[in-house]
């Protein structure tokens, strides 16, 4: 199929998750004793900057400044895995651990002793109960095979990998919450800068890649960053992860090109829409994300920073015209009034102010005061919180009114 790729994907079929020997099998590990045997960490460095593989965690940034930032650091320094994934509709990041936990701790193995770090982290979702399982079996077979912990493949290179599992706040997914979370303190964002690669984890210089960004370097430092950036976009190359959902035939994840329409998602990969069903509008990157409707389908989904739709997460979900479009603004709303960290008082307010007027949407009960509060509100959200949760609080709804809204306001007059 046009824009199909296997790279984090490859060989799921033939792996049992709990057997490194599988792993093995299929050339794990061997990027991870290339590294020990001729490469130096400068150079794992210089190969994933030369991909521009940029963050599947939402932000976009490149990975290779990162890690070339720490690296230049003395002194402690760690390296931290975002397997937090709370966003509605997405379940990448699970499947990677549920399929071949070993490219994830080869990759986490890489990046940590390309910068310099000792120690490493897997921060996971809170109900990732049975990945925390798949990811302490893969550890303890990963030591015994001299591939973490001292004298790493007989070299001098050592490393531990903790798990830490989250209490399911969403906002512990964003860099500075999760710092702060896994230092034992309330789970809400800190004031950037100082960003995490100077002042990190209990105050060092630290690195945090979301799992994604991480399962693709071990093809990158076996195949050359060269050849990474030959695959996809021009403006940010490779692999993605998608999950797609909603009202088409094939529903699940799908590993693509960067630079693929959604139009050849919904459709060549998705198998078009359910019969019967007529497309409305997709919800790219979960409740956080923007809606596309028809006349967009064919923009092409990457992390180019000029793009008005952000890829976020990576979930996709295809909404038709049955569906209760005040129910889906409110299950949105009453996501962002529970998971807003309390922080900053336009998001703690704004979001369950928010919350209330789409209930009575809902209800048929809106006034023409909540109308005008909800414009202030959005702005509010948009414009003056401490962090993006809050604008995120806003997009879905924003574009509901903006994109839709003739026909969501129809109903109420
Ligand atoms: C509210 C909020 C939630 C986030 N949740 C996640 C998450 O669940 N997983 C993730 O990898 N990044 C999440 N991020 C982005 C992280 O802050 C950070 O940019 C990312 O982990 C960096 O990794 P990457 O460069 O590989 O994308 C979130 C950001 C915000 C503002
Ligand atoms: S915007 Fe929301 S989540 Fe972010 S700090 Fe403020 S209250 Fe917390």
Redesign the pocket.
């Known amino acids: 199929m046009k824009n199909e790729l296997k790279i984090i994907t490859k060989d799921w079929d033939k792996l049992n998750p709990l057997r490194i020997e599988d792993y093995i099998a299929i050339g794990g590990y061997q990027s991870l004793e290339k590294f020990i045997s001729k490469l130096k960490p400068s150079e794992i460095i210089a190969e994933i900057k030369e991909s521009q593989l ?8 490149l ?1 290779g400044e ?1 890690l070339a930032q720490v690296a230049e650091e003395k002194g402690t320094k760690y390296f931290i895995c ?6 509605p509709g997405t379940y990448k ?1 699970r499947a990677i651990v549920d399929h071949n936990p070993h490219l994830l701790l080869e990759g986490i193995i890489l990046c940590s002793l390309a910068i310099g770090a000792e120690k490493a982290f897997i921060y996971l ?1 809170g109900r990732y109960e049975e990945q925390r399982e798949i990811l302490a079996q893969a550890i303890q077979q990963a030591r015994k095979k001299y591939f973490l912990g001292k004298n790493i493949f007989q070299s001098d290179y050592k490393l531990s990998i903790e798990l830490f599992s989250g209490a399911g706040a ?2 512990c ?6 710092i702060n979370s896994l230092e034992g303190n309330r789970g809400e ?1 800190k004031l950037k800068p100082p960003y995490p690669v100077k002042a990190g984890l209990f105050g060092c210089p630290t690195v ?7 399962a693709n370097i071990p093809w990158i430092i076996k195949n050359s960053g060269e050849k990474y950036k030959e695959i996809g976009s021009i403006s940010s190359p490779g692999s993605k992860l998608f999950i797609l959902g909603g009202v088409v035939k094939n529903k699940g994840l799908i590993e693509a090109q960067t630079g693929i329409t959604l139009r050849e998602l919904i459709y060549d990969f998705g198998g078009g829409l359910l019969s019967g069903k007529e497309f409305w509008f997709a919800q790219l990157g979960g409740s ?1 994300g923007r809606l596309l409707l028809e006349d967009e389908l064919d923009i092409k989904l990457d992390f180019n920073k000029k793009n008005q739709y952000p890829l976020g ?1 990576g979930s996709v979900l295809v909404v038709d015209k049955t569906v209760d479009i005040y129910d889906l603004m409110l299950s949105w709303a009453s996501f962002f009034r529970r998971e807003s960290c309390g922080k900053c008082v336009p998001c703690r307010e704004g979001t369950f102010r928010l919350w209330g007027i789409i209930k009575r949407l809902r209800d048929r009960e809106i006034s023409q005061r909540d109308k005008e509060a909800m414009e202030d509100i959005l702005w509010t959200l948009n414009n003056t919180t401490f ?3 809050g604008k ?1 609080s806003a997009t879905a709804i924003q574009d509901a009114i903006t994109k839709l809204g003739k026909d969501i306001f129809k109903k109420n007059n």
């Open positions: 940029a963050g599947r965690g939402g932000a976009g940034f990975m990162k975002n397997l937090d994934e709370s966003e990041d979702n969403y906002i997914g964003e860099e500075t919450a999760l964002p945090i890649n979301n799992a994604e960004t991480i956080s997460s962090c993006p949760l995120f």
